[in-house]
Each structure stands twice: as C-alpha cells, then as structure tokens.
C-alpha cells in the first residue's frame, strides 16, 4: 500500500523485498537496520530436540510436523524452506504438517514439548531463549575462514536484514 500510494518518505522492508520492488518502484535502499542480535545480517535455523536422534539429517525431516515463523517471513521460513528446497524436500508437500506462529517462543514450545518435530526460526532466537544445549542443529552452517564470525547458529545462508528505504 505505501508503494503503490506512497504516505511516508522512509519504510522498512526486508531485504527480499527490497530487491523485487527496486524493479517497479522508485525506491532507494538508505541503510540496513541492525536486528536485535546487533548484526546487520540474518538467516535461519532449523533445529529438533537434542532427544530425536532419529532426526539428524534434512532427508529425515520428510513426513514429520514443523514449527515455523510466518509463511513470508525471510529469516523465519523463506531461507530454511530454499535449504530444504535444495535437497529436493518440498515443505509444503513433504511435511505432514506444518505449524506458523508469529511467535518464536511459540515455535520453540512446539518442538520442546513435542507438539513439532523440527522447528524453523530466525537466527540467534536460539540463544536469545537459552536453548543452545538443548536442541540439535539440523544443517548446520559455520564461516570457519570469515574475518568477522556470525555470532549464531545458523542452518541456511545469511541475507542482509531489513532495510530502510526512500520512497521517490
């Protein structure tokens, strides 16, 4: 709606958008905002219970219910389903089941208590929560060699954080 009648000079958009729009808009990225991790980048985890030891690899996730952010959330769902996507696992076909909430908290308590077997959530919610001992990294991704470490635990790729954008 602010793009197609534009009522503010400055929106946020997420990185994803950003990148679509710039081609039918007349947008200008300013800046990437800082998340509430203090990075300005984010990507997404895919975890189980430390428990299910018979889920260890994404080929195992096939048939089981998950927990996610929104559907159209990047960090929350987009980048763990584009993993998935990769190793030929359509979440939504592959999965029995897949719960959204728009609370991490809520896709956290799903797994922990069994409800979900896997669960999808934007990096450092983990930590955030203190649950880092408690769950098993599915896909796990580390930047050995990268001069400045992503501080998270992390499942997919890392994409700039949202951006806040000028409107012409």
Excluded: W
Excluded at 13 to 27: M, P
Excluded at 57 to 62: M, P, Q, V
Excluded at 74 to 90: F, K, N, P, S
């Amino acid at each position: 709606e602010a793009l197609l009648h534009p009522q503010a000079d400055f929106i946020f958009l997420s990185s994803t958008l950003v990148a679509c729009f710039q081609a039918s808009f007349d947008i200008t990225p300013l800046v990437t905002a800082l998340s509430v991790n203090d990075t300005d980048k984010t990507g997404g985890v895919i975890f189980v219970k430390e428990d299910r030891k018979d889920l260890r690899l994404l080929k195992d996730l096939n048939g089981t219910v998950a927990s996610s952010m929104p559907y159209e959330t990047v960090d929350g769902y987009m980048l763990a389903a584009e993993v998935l996507r990769h190793y030929d696992i359509e979440p939504m076909v592959d999965f029995a089941q897949i719960r959204f909430h728009h609370d991490p908290a809520k896709v956290l308590s799903d797994v922990m208590q069994g409800i979900s077997d896997v669960g999808f959530l934007p990096s450092g919610e983990l930590e955030a929560h203190g649950v880092v001992g408690e769950v098993y990294i599915i896909h796990p991704v580390e930047e050995p060699d990268a001069p400045d470490p992503f501080p998270y635990k992390l499942s997919t790729q890392l994409v700039p954080g949202p951006m806040l954008v000028a409107m012409a």
